[in-house]
């Protein structure tokens, strides 16, 4: 019966399932955001000014690092939640913080602001902020559960 008790206490919930595939495809699309924009890909950046193209082509070498360890570490920890690693609590804080270097860089230390402010970037830009935050607390919390090892 002990066993049994034990098992259960440390059964993967559902809902890990459900957040863990919704985390990987929501990084997935930062990812490829990432790497369409790092390959200057021409139909993806189609949309875009030219003050933009040269603001996002400009990004300093430590800028586009943060950017990297934030989308990467995004899309990594996604994948340790759903293997149930702990190591996926660390990924998303570091993601993070990594978003929120790159952020202010791009916002308040740069033209960012006036050059792609407007009110959709903005309230997207805090969407996925709430995203990083909120899967950094749902693995911190799945960790003291002990779902994750």
Partial sequence: MSETLDASVHATPRHLWVVGVIALLWNA?????????QTKNEAYMSSFTPEQLEFFYGFPAWVVAAWAVAIWGGVIGSVLLLLRKRFAVQLFLVSLAAMVITT???YVLSDGFEIIGDTFTLVFTAAIFLAAVALFLYARAMHRRRVLA
């Avoid at 699309?29 to 924009?37: R, S």
């Fill in 29 to 37: 699309v930062g990812a490829l955001d990432f790497v369409m924009t």
């Fill in 104 to 106: 202010i860089q791009n």
